[in-house]
């Protein structure tokens, strides 16, 4: 059975920067794409990056680009997610999921793995 385990969560300071590590039992090319999520207090689960296996192209929500960057090391079967500039808005439980069908990256339902999350909070 596919797993993911995400690691990296913690707790800063406002600007300070994370990086997150999502570890698969597949090889990630398994799959068609893989991303991450976020739930912060009281919110919806929302996606915050992709990277699509085949291509390596990603894609990211408006309120983190230029700040985060999604990558991934295939020999390591790890998905990566560093995060720069961390404001308040980014505190939630960070989750790592994968997809082996197509559909829209944003569509939590479209993703069929996921991991059990990592908490990151940021403080001003």
């Known amino acids: 059975q596919e797993q993911l385990v995400e690691s990296g969560g913690g707790s800063v300071a406002v600007g300070g920067s994370l990086t997150l590590s999502c570890v698969s039992s597949?090889?990630?090319?398994?799959?068609?794409?893989m991303a991450w999520f976020r739930q912060g207090p009281g919110k919806e689960r929302e996606a915050v990056a992709v990277i699509y296996t085949g291509s390596d192209v990603t894609l990211y929500l408006r309120s983190v680009k230029s700040r985060f960057t999604i990558s991934r090391d295939k020999d390591k079967k790890t998905t990566f997610l560093r995060m720069d500039n961390l404001i308040p808005e980014d505190t939630g439980m960070y989750f790592c999921?994968?997809?082996?069908?197509?559909?829209?990256?944003?569509?939590?339902?479209?993703?069929?793995?996921w991991g059990q999350g990592t908490q990151v909070t940021v403080s001003a």
């Open positions: 597949e090889n990630t090319d398994t799959f068609h794409h």
């Open positions: 999921a994968a997809s082996t069908a197509g559909g829209d990256w944003d569509f939590p339902p479209a993703y069929h793995v």
